[in-house]
């Protein structure tokens, strides 16, 4: 029997007007206090942006609640199961935007890519006048994914429009995107269309999404998340690694931070080499006054607000 999950990972977002954003804010940061769940929600005039975790009870309740509000009864969540909670405080912040991307004109309410469910990604992606763009950033993709997908070389999801004309060769061809649960999708595949591109598409609820329909094959490697699982496995059909330790090029999928916190790159590294580098990433940076004290994980989460 399947042991009852004592936390979940609730991952969402909607573009939907907010016109009272500021407003907004306030009183959700309050709702979220109050009900007793953790994590991060970016809240913008273009809609809402979350990851939270709490018991399964708060996390229903928290569904409940959003989905009562007329602005977001069509958001989808992604739920997962985890063994503790994924964050130790509530941030309820206002932004520009609910994806940081600089494409403030571009407007997913107004038009974007067609959204493509798990099967039917499945089942065109491999086509020859189909082209499958990641668009996440370089630390993303170096632990995963699809097989035969572009993957772009850019520090964050910003650098997107800098790709234009290296993706110009595919204007003929469906363009496909995908991300970690389809929210940067919405403004790159609508942004692709404003430059010119006719037939594009978006994985719906991105990697996570099609990995809960479809098990995940032909997902190479493992998914970063924004959270305190920093990986999570997704091809249950056909695994495989892709990322290799830094120092001594082992196959593995494990992420970390870097201990220097004057530094912090991240970077993929194997345990036993992880304990000789006491989390850095370099011998320079292990010399470095600004070392944290290697917590085994690599992921340092700021203690909460007392």
Known sequence: MKKKALF??????YYTPIFDAEEFVVQHLSYCKQLGVMGRIYIAREGINGTISGTPQQISIYMDDLKSDPRFEGVSFKVDDFDHNAFN????????????SGLKTVSPIRRTGKHLHGEEF??????????VIDVRSNYETRLGKFKNAITLDMETFREFPSKLQELAQYKDKKVVTYCTGGIKCEKASAYLLEQG?????????????????????????VLYVFDGRVTVPVNEVNP???????????????????????CNEQFVMCA???????????????K?????VYNGTGFYAKPPVS
């Open 240 to 262: 495989v690694v892709i990322s290799t330790c830094k120092k001594c090029n082992t196959p593995v999928a494990r992420n970390l931070n870097c201990a220097n916190v004057d």
């Open 8 to 13: 979940q990972v609730l991952a969402f977002y």
């Open 272 to 286: 036993s080499c992880s304990d000789e580098m006491e989390g850095c990433c370099s011998e320079e940076c292990k």
């Open 122 to 131: 499945q089942a065109i992606k491999d086509n020859d006048d189909v082209v």
């Open 197 to 221: 591109f006719k037939d594009v598409y978006q994985l719906y609820d991105g990697i996570i999404g099609y990995a809960k329909e479809t098990g995940g094959k032909d997902f190479d490697g």
């Open 288 to 292: 470095a006054p600004g070392k944290r």
């Open 89 to 100: 405080r509530i941030h309820v912040r206002l932004k520009n935007e609910i994806v940081n």
